[in-house]
């Protein structure tokens, strides 16, 4: 479950960059 506990903050880092127009 730690994966996908990490996965899953990877993907709000992402989401986070997104919003702001980073790649």
Do not use: D, H, P, S
Request: charged share 20%; hydrophobic share 50%.
């Amino acid at each position: 479950m730690e994966v996908v506990q990490e996965n899953i903050a990877v993907r709000t880092f992402w989401r986070y960059l997104l919003a702001k127009g980073v790649y």
